[in-house]
């Protein structure tokens, strides 16, 4: 039986000649203690499992500091890493941009270089041509000289005949 503190002040004993009944007085002193000794070790009770709360809590948020660190440090050099990656980033572009300059001046000195060798070609070809109509012109001029000496000839053979 729990007896509560207004249990304690209502009590009443009932009276005989001499005052109360000492074994009513008795036993419900014995309750009291008794009500009292379960408080007092739920007290206690209560009180280590709060004292292993504070502990386990405390242990929590170390872990919560470390997490929390953690994180910071994870963010930290997440955008560490973002940064130098930028970086790379634009290096390597720079050196992609600078390389297609070198590829552009020497594809335009390559195409400036084939044009000349094209117009050198050309103008060779033309000698070539020029010179194969003078030898035409030149072979024309013989194979004529030989007709006209042929039928020179052919007459001096006909005369004679």
């Not at 094209?118 to 072979?139: F, G, Q, Y």
Request: hydrophobic share 35%; no cysteine; proline share 1%.
């Amino acid at each position: 039986m729990n007896v509560s503190p207004q249990d304690i002040q209502n009590q009443s004993f009932s009276t005989r000649l001499r005052g109360l009944d000492p074994d009513e007085v008795r036993s419900f002193l014995a309750t009291v203690a008794e009500s009292m000794e379960a408080e007092i070790t739920e007290k206690e009770d209560l009180k280590m499992k709060l004292e292993r709360m504070r502990e386990s809590l405390s242990k929590l948020e170390k872990r919560e500091d470390v997490l929390r660190d953690t994180l910071i440090a994870a963010q930290k050099f997440s955008g560490e890493i973002k940064v130098t990656a930028h970086r790379e980033a634009e290096i390597i572009l720079k050196e992609a941009e600078v390389r297609a300059e070198e590829l552009m001046k020497r594809a335009v000195e390559r195409q400036r270089t084939v044009r000349e060798e094209i117009k050198a070609l050309t103008l060779r070809r033309r000698e070539i041509e020029n010179d194969m109509v003078h030898l035409l012109n030149s072979l024309r001029e013989v194979i004529e000289t030989y007709r006209q000496e042929d039928q020179e000839f052919e007459k001096i053979e006909f005369i004679g005949s």
